[in-house]
């Protein structure tokens, strides 16, 4: 009785994704490698889109870690400078797509547009990351609420290879530079 109430506490506690990460199969991942400024979407064990982004002008300011995506929101508000969706002047752009990092709730990190294009492949964000609007829009239409996003600051290594690391690229594509 006391261990099946251990096991139950412990599974309860227990983050449903593994910090080594190992993602199924045919599920939806993102990578985001800060050294680089690319952002990658995964599925199939397929690399299907690789985007230049924009990141944090700290290295500290866009966490690192596994998070999972909690929110997502078409014409974002812009609560810090109180501007609506959809305005020129917006800075998130077209679509807002949050993650729970550092235990937030998906509104304070995110991937999301920018209504300053020129600013994408630089360090300039405060946490976010940014991306352009087709993008984003075309990323948004693709990852589900509860999609997977690692980011890191890897040098050493191509986003396929940081997919073979996680297990979600198939090997032969990880070889041959697909």
Not at 70 to 98: C, F, H, Q
Not at 117 to 138: A, D, F, H, L, T
Request: hydrophobic share 35%; aromatic share 8%; with cysteine.
């Amino acid at each position: 009785m006391l261990t099946s109430f251990i096991l139950l506490i412990l599974s309860i506690q227990s983050p449903l994704w593994p910090m080594d990460i190992e993602p199924e199969r045919g599920d939806p991942f993102i990578i985001m490698n800060k050294a680089t400024n690319e952002l990658a979407f995964f599925q199939y064990g397929d690399l299907l889109e690789l985007y230049d982004v924009a990141s944090g002008k700290e290295p500290e300011l866009t966490p690192e870690g596994t998070f999972t995506v909690v929110v997502k929101a078409e014409n974002p508000y812009y609560r810090k400078s109180d501007i609506i969706g959809g305005a020129p002047t917006n800075p998130l752009g077209t679509r807002w797509i949050g993650f729970d990092a550092l235990e937030t709730d998906g509104r304070i990190f995110g991937m999301h547009g920018t209504n300053e294009p020129e600013s994408i492949k630089q360090y300039v964000s405060n946490g976010c990351i940014r991306m352009q609007n087709e993008q984003v829009e075309q990323l948004y239409d693709d990852v589900p609420l509860g999609t997977k996003i690692w980011i890191t600051s890897k040098v050493d290594k191509t986003i396929l290879e940081l997919g073979a690391e996680v297990g979600i690229v198939r090997s032969s594509s990880a070889k041959s530079g697909q």
